[in-house]
Each structure stands twice: as C-alpha cells, then as structure tokens.
C-alpha cells in the first residue's frame, strides 16, 4: 500500500498536482478540505459543524477532522495507495494517521512538499478566488489567518516527518508540468 501525504501551505498547489499524481500512480485521493466542502454544499451535520471554522479561515478542530479522514480511508480501502492532501495539518493528527496505518498494517510512504514564498501565494489564492466561489479565498484577512494557523500548527510537521526520514520537499514554483516533474522524480525514487 502506497500512503503519499501532499503537504505545503495554503494555496501551494496541492489540488492541481494531486489530481495528475492520483491517475499516474493509481493512488485514491482524500482532499479534506474538498471533503469539507462536499459536507457544507450539501448541508450534512458535518457540513454545520465545520462551516464557521472554514468561513474565518480557521482549521476545523482536530476530533471533527480526524473521524471524517478515517471514515473516507475505511470507505476506500480496496485501492491502490492513498493520496493525502490536507491531511494532516497538526501534531495531534499526524499521530492520529499514524496509528491509522499502523492499525492497518501500512507504512507512511513519504511526506512530499510543495514549498513557495507567502506572497506569492497569496496573490495565486486572490486570484483563484475571483472563479472559486470558495469565501475564503477572496479576503485577503481570512486568507492571511489561513497562513497564521499554518506557521502555528502545521509548519511543526515538517520536523515531525524530517525526524522520521519521510519528509521530501520540491520547488513549488514552476509551470504545472515542471512541478508535476519534480513530485514525480521524487516518488519514483521512493
Ligand atoms: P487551502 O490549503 O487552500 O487552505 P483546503 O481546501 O485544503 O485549502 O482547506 C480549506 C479549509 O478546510 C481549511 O482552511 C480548514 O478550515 C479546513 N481543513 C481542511 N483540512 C483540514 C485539516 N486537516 N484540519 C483542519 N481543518 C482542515
């Protein structure tokens, strides 16, 4: 089993590279927060519960977040490998999939990052906010929060997988097919 989690900032390009690497590597891909998004368009329980941490540009606390992954990965298990984008964004859930895997018999294959610089990113989410009808993604305050919670809670990660020798990390700066590249130069050699 293939257990690749896709990690970078808000904005670093997660989505866009997941969907080549899921068809190219045969791998299931869980976005939680498209996942989120799913539940608040059509106003699940879940949907209520995550809605007001989303809209201000806060993570969704960590029990809510961590039963819903564990719920898609139960729901898909007969694939290929998974293909984590999103998930996880803190300390309490990168053990929460750890002791996933573990309880499946998994191994975490790598940690791969796309990095790039803040303010180039938040132009790139201004901008993809203009046709994403995503409110978080079109004031420039949410989205700044969006970086404050990242710098707080998910950028300790980053050592957490260095420590455990899974953490790769490539230029996220690029055309698409360069970036779709260096991912796939890296997975290859894993
Ligand atoms: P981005 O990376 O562009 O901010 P996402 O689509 O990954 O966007 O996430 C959107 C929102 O969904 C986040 O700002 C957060 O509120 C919520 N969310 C997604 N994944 C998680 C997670 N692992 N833990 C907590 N909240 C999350």
């Known amino acids: 089993m293939i257990t690749i989690v896709l990690f970078g900032k808000p904005g670093a390009g997660k989505g866009t590279q997941a969907a080549f690497l899921k068809e190219k590597y045969n791998l299931m891909h869980i976005s939680t927060g498209d996942v989120f998004r799913f539940n608040l368009k059509n106003n699940t329980p879940l949907g209520e519960k995550a809605k007001t941490f989303i809209d201000n540009g806060e993570l969704v606390p960590d029990e809510i977040t961590i039963d819903m992954l564990r719920d898609e990965v139960e729901k898909n298990q007969d ?26 018999d998994w191994d975490l294959t790598a940690t791969i990052a796309l990095e790039a610089d803040d303010n180039i990113l938040v132009q790139r989410i201004l901008e993809r906010g203009k046709t994403s009808g995503r409110s978080d993604d ?35 700066i690029g055309t698409i097919e360069e970036i779709t590249q260096r991912l796939s130069q890296v997975i290859d050699q894993l």
């Open 79 to 104: 694939c290929n490998g998974f293909l984590f984008d999103g998930f996880p964004r803190t300390i309490k859930q990168a053990e929460a999939l750890d002791e996933l895997l573990l309880s499946k």
């Open 138 to 172: 079109q004031d420039e305050l949410k989205i700044r929060n969006r970086y404050a919670e990242y710098n707080e809670k998910t950028a300790p990660l980053i050592d957490y997988y260095k420590a455990k020798n899974k953490y790769h990390a490539v230029n996220g």
